[in-house]
T-cell receptor, first 114, second 115 residues
């Protein structure tokens, strides 16, 4: 089944404790992206990747890191999480970037930073 | 400045009524793509439609229709004869073809269909 998977689905952590949210897609998509969803703010893009080893900042990259060493994986790293990073996070992928194709979204990861 | 504006935060309609969700976008690009996504209460994001800037034809898919007007930079979404299953948050999004590879989402419209 074609899908985008994220792990974990739920995470409660404390300020400053490094964490990684994994994202994997099995559709051989070139474009992958991370978003955060907050009430009243919609979805905001954190980072995106046009292909392996190519990543770029979205609108809200502060406090986050990403890497794209393999085409299928695009982990989101929070080196020192803070309470303002409490949010619902979505990973997405599409065949190509620049809007040529629709994005497929993962199920979301609800992160709480205490 | 917000690239995608969804001015309607929440809308409530009675079942079988028609409802239109507004989306206004802003871009300097001549090639761009517009999208609508649905987020039901279960939380997943479901793709509904993609349009490119060169295709202004309106589209109809069952009870759903979309009105793309470049003159007013709008890409509105109409649900005809609404049903309870249409209750969801709907997001409009923009991707610019030449000026970058980012996606810009609106803040969403929460639609409640009352039985």
């Amino acid at each position: 089944e074609a899908q985008v998977t994220q792990n974990p689905r739920y995470l409660i952590t404390v300020t400053g404790k490094k964490l990684t949210v994994t994202c994997s897609q099995n559709m051989n998509h070139e474009y992958m992206s991370w978003y955060r969803q907050d009430p009243g703010l919609g979805l905001r893009q954190i980072y995106y990747s046009m292909n392996v080893e190519v990543t770029d900042k979205g609108d809200v990259p502060e406090g986050y890191k990403v890497s794209r060493k393999e085409k299928r994986n695009f982990p989101l790293i929070l080196e020192s999480p803070s309470p303002n990073q409490t949010s619902l996070y979505f990973c997405a992928s599409s065949l190509r970037g620049q809007g040529y194709n629709e994005q497929f979204f993962g199920p979301g990861t609800r992160l709480t930073v205490l | 400045a917000q690239k995608v504006t969804q001015a309607q935060t929440e809308i409530s309609v009675v079942e079988k009524e028609d409802v239109t969700l507004d989306c206004v976008y802003e871009t300097r690009d001549t090639t761009y793509y517009l999208f609508w996504y649905k987020q039901p209460p279960s939380g997943e994001l479901v793709f509904l439609i993609r349009r490119n800037s060169f295709d202004e034809q309106n589209e109809i898919s069952g009870r759903y229709s979309w009105n793309f007007q470049k003159s007013t930079s709008s890409f509105n979404f109409t649900i005809t004869a609404s049903q309870v299953v249409d209750s969801a948050v709907y997001f409009c999004a923009l991707s610019e073809g030449q000026l970058g590879n980012q996606f810009y989402f609106g803040t969403g419209t929460s639609l409640t269909v009352i039985p």
